[in-house]
């Protein structure tokens, strides 16, 4: 099916270890985004990406590393995971380019949620 | 710095009542603003859109104004239904490339 999805949907993990979140559109869109949400919080965004091998920090980066190879995939690495990243992670993506799709809304996909003890 | 307000946490109404959200923010001067919905356990969905030109957007049973000079939008569902309880976030561009700042969402619960 058409669409974003995101793995595993969850996943307890230590302190220490590091830890990949998966995330796949067959859109082709060219945007696409992780974000945290915590209670108190909201929605964070932690990294962006406007295409492939493009990637640039969000709000909260610390901690996390990004790549993506090729359009539809975009993981989230955590290298070192810290109990602060506990957390439910969202995968984002838009077909915001220029001119009449700058306001394209963001698709999102169910989301990871992440406890590390 | 940025910042965007919902107006409660949480809000319960009474099914067939108009449900009215806000969302407030400061420090901006956004040329749109967006509306989700989220469910629990499931990602943010898209609602409806409405551009700084526009004072008011409907979508079925969904109204949406902008009043830029109070820097507020107003979210109102007719006719609710307890199908319509979720969570509804506002959202505003920020940066430079396609980002969005979300607020922090009403819970809303709609009663039968």
């Known amino acids: 099916d058409a669409g974003i999805t995101q793995s595993p949907r969850y996943k307890i993990t230590e302190t220490g270890r590091q830890v990949t979140l998966m995330c796949h559109q067959t859109?082709?869109?060219?945007?696409m985004f992780w974000y945290r949400q915590d209670l108190g919080h909201g929605l964070r965004l932690i990294y962006y990406?406007?295409?492939?091998?493009?990637?640039d920090k969000g709000e909260v980066p610390d901690g996390y590393v990004v790549s993506r190879s090729k359009t539809e995939n975009f993981p989230l690495t955590l290298e070192s995971a810290t109990r602060s990243q506990t957390s439910v992670y969202f995968c984002?993506?838009?077909?915001?380019?220029?001119?009449?799709?700058?306001?394209?809304?963001?698709?999102f996909g169910d989301g990871t949620r992440l406890s590390i003890l | 710095s940025q910042k965007i307000e919902q107006n409660s946490e949480a809000l319960n109404i009474q099914e067939g009542k108009t449900a009215t959200l806000t969302c407030n923010y400061t420090?901006?001067?956004?040329?749109?603003l967006q509306w989700y919905r989220q469910d629990p356990g499931r990602g943010p969905v898209f609602l409806l859109l409405?551009?700084?030109?526009?004072k008011e957007k409907r979508k079925e049973r969904l109204k949406v104004t902008f009043d830029t000079t109070l820097k507020q939008s107003l979210f109102h569902i007719t006719a609710s239904q307890p199908a319509d309880s979720a969570t509804y976030l506002c959202?505003?561009?920020?940066?430079?490339?396609?980002?969005?700042?979300f607020g922090s969402g009403t819970q809303l619960t709609v009663l039968p």
């Open positions: 409405i551009r700084e030109n526009e």
């Open positions: 420090n901006y001067s956004p040329a749109y």
């Open positions: 990406s406007a295409a492939a091998d493009i990637t």
């Open positions: 959202a505003l561009p920020s940066g430079s490339a396609r980002q969005l700042t």
């Open positions: 984002a993506s838009s077909d915001a380019r220029q001119g009449a799709n700058l306001r394209q809304p963001q698709h």
């Open positions: 859109w082709s869109h060219s945007y």
